[in-house]
């Protein structure tokens, strides 16, 4: 299986990721090529629209839920599989990766405002049943 593979005239090129070293901003392949192949490898791909990263999409979302628990970033990524959305786009353009960022957010909006809906909804139901009460006030000694 090549690196680069386009899927048809005008179909976006995809980066075969099992190819990709972590620490690199290449495929591994493109050792053994030219620079100068691989620079009009490279251009003909920007030209298609291909966003080559190695984890910048990861980076993205992970700066975006840096303030989020696990519990929270489990949460979201089970709601993009409850929606039918790949956790990672199949197509990682910058326009792709960008709007899978924004869902992320919005999804995290959600989650946080359900929250906050909870939290209200209690506070809500505990005047209701009288079993909110002031502060105790401090109690008087006894001789």
Partial sequence: MSD??????GMAATVNPASTS?????????SATPISETASSLASLRMLGVYLNTYALEQMVQAASSSAGLQTIKCV??????LGVNLKPKVPTKLVCAEHLELRKEILTLLNLQKQLQYKESEGSSYRDGSYSETPSTPTKRA
């Fill in 4 to 9: 680069f593979e386009p899927e048809g005239p």
């Fill in 22 to 30: 972590p620490n690199a901003q290449f495929p591994l392949g493109t």
């Fill in 77 to 82: 990524e089970q709601t993009l599989q409850d």
